[in-house]
């Protein structure tokens, strides 16, 4: 283990292709990961680990699922890009617009920043405006105009959040707080804002999902304002509903960005939305954004395979759900057991165990957490062979595939949390 870890080290950032990877914020080593089949993960050491991180929620069947296995491989006898028109990418495109029909034009790209990033160009040149309004612990990707942070204000604007990231691109892009109506109505005041884009349950402070009227209120304030509304759905989308998160709350966006899922576990990802909006994009429209391996025919074949196998199971979300409504009530009544002050929140088979606050409505709450608390969890929980995500900030997942598993994992987690009491 050492050797590697110093191989990756000396290679990798951090020996890591994505930041949070390396258990900077609960201290220790990852492990390296071999295989994974169902609710499975499998170490190089030939550990089994219960696996809730779903490679991020982008697994919903379970890993390696053998319609999507089947998929990948038969594309791939048949070549892996192509650089030209393929009659899969129609396809695509017809199942996702047929089962999420706000979405009436979408173009793929290659990931779930890509996706935001060209939303956010696409209201920018529809509007003829610059200001992006955000919410303050929602995360949209590493675009420039994304990575800021909120001032005190409800209308401040942002401030760059990583080196890198230039000071007048970051000043157009303007932060309210989630969950917080007049927050988002001072912002948009000034007239000026091309979108405001929102993760319409925040999974990236944990999950948080939205109050009664909020998404509702900002769909009126956008009307109001001239102003697009753009949901981002790379967590949500076909996670907490087949219609996602706009399907579940009945609010319709003028544009949404989709990812994790809709690829089948593979690097794509999807933005679109209303006819009149997407066909600005170049060749049809003014508005540049291209992509060599957009639509890869690999990527197509296991989000079709994905996407096909969902709508065949009518069944499915009521499993998840009723799974995710087991473990929030589990979980909770194991913090309540122990005398831990903290609460369980939960939007279909996405959730997050907060120790300190009792309820989150926002960042605001979020940063209250206790994080040595949720380490001592957290490592208490890979003992017993249940893997989460490394950090208090994030969702966990579930997948059809944990049915079988889900009470002894959920018992290995009641014993993790009377461990970090």
């Known amino acids: 283990m050492s050797d590697r870890w110093e191989r990756a080290l000396e290679l990798m950032p951090g020996g890591v292709n994505s930041p949070v990877r390396a258990f900077q914020g609960v201290g220790g080593r990852p492990p390296f990961v071999s295989s994974a089949r169902g609710p499975y993960l499998r170490t190089v050491e030939g550990e089994e680990l219960v696996d809730f991180i779903a490679s991020w929620g982008a697994i919903i069947l379970g890993h390696a699922h053998p319609d999507v296995v089947a998929a990948v491989v038969d594309a791939a006898a048949r070549g892996t890009s192509y650089g030209v028109p393929t009659l899969g990418e129609v396809e695509y495109a017809e199942q996702i617009a047929g ?60 401030e760059p959040d990583s080196p890198g990231v230039p000071g007048g691109t970051a000043a157009t892009t303007r932060i309210a707080r989630f969950n917080d109506l007049d927050s988002a109505a001072a912002a948009l005041a000034p007239g000026d804002v091309a979108a405001v884009v929102v993760e319409p349950v925040a999974g990236n402070m944990g999950v948080v999902p939205p109050e009664p009227g909020f998404l509702e209120g900002l769909r009126s304030l956008t009307d109001r304002h001239g102003t697009l509304l753009i949901f981002d759905e790379v967590m949500t989308g076909f996670r907490v509903g087949p219609g996602g998160a706009a399907g579940r709350y009945g609010v319709t966006p003028d544009l949404t960005t989709l990812g994790k899922v809709v690829a089948g576990g593979t690097p794509a990802a999807v933005y679109g939305g209303r ?66 002050d903290g609460t369980v929140q939960r939007v279909g088979s996405m959730f997050t165990v907060f120790f300190g606050p009792k309820v989150v409505r926002s960042w605001d709450d979020a940063v209250t957490v206790d994080r040595d608390r949720f380490a001592r969890f957290f490592h208490a929980a890979l003992r017993r062979g249940v893997l989460l995500p490394p950090s208090p900030f994030e969702a966990l997942f579930l997948t059809d595939a944990h049915g079988d598993v889900l009470d002894g994992a959920l018992g290995a987690l009641e014993s993790a949390i009377g461990d970090a009491a």
């Open 99 to 158: 089962m999420l029909p706000h979405v009436e034009m979408l173009r793929m790209v290659n990931s779930g920043t890509e996706a935001t990033m060209s939303a956010a160009r696409l209201a920018r040149g529809a509007t003829g405006r610059e200001v992006i309004l955000k919410f303050e612990g929602c995360y949209h990707g590493h675009g420039d105009a994304f990575l800021v942070k909120a001032g005190s204000g409800a209308a401040t604007l942002g």
């Open 275 to 340: 006819r009149d909006l997407v066909s600005r994009m170049a060749p049809t429209g003014p508005i540049y954004q291209a992509g060599t391996l957009a639509g890869n025919p690999l990527a197509v074949a296991a989000g079709i395979a994905t996407l096909r196998r969902i709508e065949r199971d009518p069944g499915l979300y009521d499993r998840l759900e009723a799974m995710g409504a087991e473990t929030e009530e589990r979980l909770g009544a194991a913090l309540r057991r122990h005398g831990i």
